[in-house]
């Protein structure tokens, strides 16, 4: 999550794949003219390479690109952008901005998303997110662990409060640096929790980030007497967390929910008093999802 007008460092950045992007003609025989096929040595197919190398950069950014951008960090020449370019905004993975720039759209995180099942989960959680944000005038957000980030898939904010918490839906953090990656890294499995910590980068957002695996080790204990996982001004020195994991019928966290403050921040007792609410919406979330068939929004039973 972030704050309105700042760009946080702990996006994940797009990666080089070790692969040359150049083209490799393939063969064409029969009576009639096979399609070109574009292999690289290590039988990888150069388009589609070019194609995750794309869609990886633009994810990087929050801000739109422009082709000559795009071509120059991918290495690639200007029209073979501007072709990739279009072919991705004919099938509506990107958006053309006013200002000549591509950025993405919200198609992948869709089709992510009915994949996942993570519409079903955004259906039964979101009345008590709504209920969440409202009696408490935060953002709430939900969120799953996808290797060592988490993934926004759904936020509710108070709309009467003059400040918000920023929080866009897709965005992926450093599960560390938040209240959801503590959630969801603390119902872990003991094992497969002292696995993720020995190969997780601890790396420092502010001056309250949690400094290193014992200290993250502590915080995990704390939370596992509490019920609710706290992120101090560890992201943002201005925001206050809570989370909270939410469970399926195999009693797994399969998402966390978290509520945001802004601002100046609360009391201890007021952080416990608002640790608990995040626990018991939780809890209810969990509740709902266990009730709810696959594939049926809880006002379709």
């Known amino acids: 999550m972030g704050t309105a007008g700042k760009t946080g460092p702990i996006h994940r950045t797009s990666r080089n794949r070790g692969t040359p992007l150049g083209w490799c003609r393939g063969y064409r025989g029969g009576a009639r003219a096979e399609e070109t096929t574009m292999v690289s040595d290590n039988g990888l197919v150069r388009s589609v390479e070019r194609v995750t190398a794309l869609l990886e950069l633009m994810s990087a950014h929050k801000e739109p690109l422009r082709l000559s951008e795009i071509a120059q960090e991918l290495g690639i020449p200007k029209s073979t952008a501007h072709g990739l370019l279009n072919t991705?905004?004919?099938?509506?993975?990107?958006?053309?901005?006013?200002?000549?720039?591509?950025?993405?759209?919200?198609?992948?995180?869709?089709?992510?998303?009915?994949?996942?099942?993570?519409?079903?989960?955004?259906?039964?959680?979101?009345?008590?997110?709504?209920?969440?944000?409202?009696?408490?005038?935060?953002t709430c957000s939900l969120a799953v662990l996808d290797g060592h980030d988490v993934l926004y898939i759904e936020k509710v904010e108070d709309r009467s409060s003059l400040v918000q918490v920023v929080t866009q839906v897709g965005t992926r953090v450093s599960a560390h640096v938040t209240a959801l990656g503590?959630?969801?890294?603390?119902?872990?499995p003991a094992a497969e929790r002292e696995r993720w910590i020995d190969e997780h980068a601890f790396g420092k957002v502010t001056d309250s980030t949690v400094a290193g695996p014992e200290e993250f080790r502590?915080?995990?204990?704390?939370?596992?007497?509490?019920?609710?996982?706290?992120?101090?001004?560890?992201?943002?020195?201005?925001?206050?967390a809570w989370a909270a994991p939410v469970r399926d019928h195999t009693?797994?966290?399969?998402?966390?929910?978290?509520?945001?403050?802004?601002?100046?921040?609360?009391?201890?007792?007021?952080?416990?008093?608002l640790g608990l609410v995040v626990r018991r919406a939780a809890e209810s979330v969990s509740a709902a999802l266990i009730s709810t068939p696959a594939g049926a929004s809880p006002g379709r039973r």
């Open 88 to 138: 991705l905004v004919v099938r509506d993975f990107v958006a053309r901005t006013d200002d000549q720039g591509y950025r993405l759209s919200m198609r992948l995180f869709s089709l992510v998303s009915t994949a996942l099942g993570f519409d079903d989960m955004r259906d039964v959680a979101r009345p008590a997110m709504r209920e969440l944000s409202a009696s408490t005038r935060g």
């Open 182 to 188: 503590k959630a969801l890294v603390g119902a872990m």
């Open 218 to 240: 502590a915080q995990l204990a704390e939370q596992d007497r509490l019920g609710y996982a706290l992120n101090d001004q560890e992201l943002h020195s201005a925001v206050t």
């Open 251 to 273: 009693g797994g966290a399969v998402a966390a929910l978290s509520l945001a403050h802004l601002g100046e921040p609360p009391s201890s007792t007021r952080k416990h008093e």
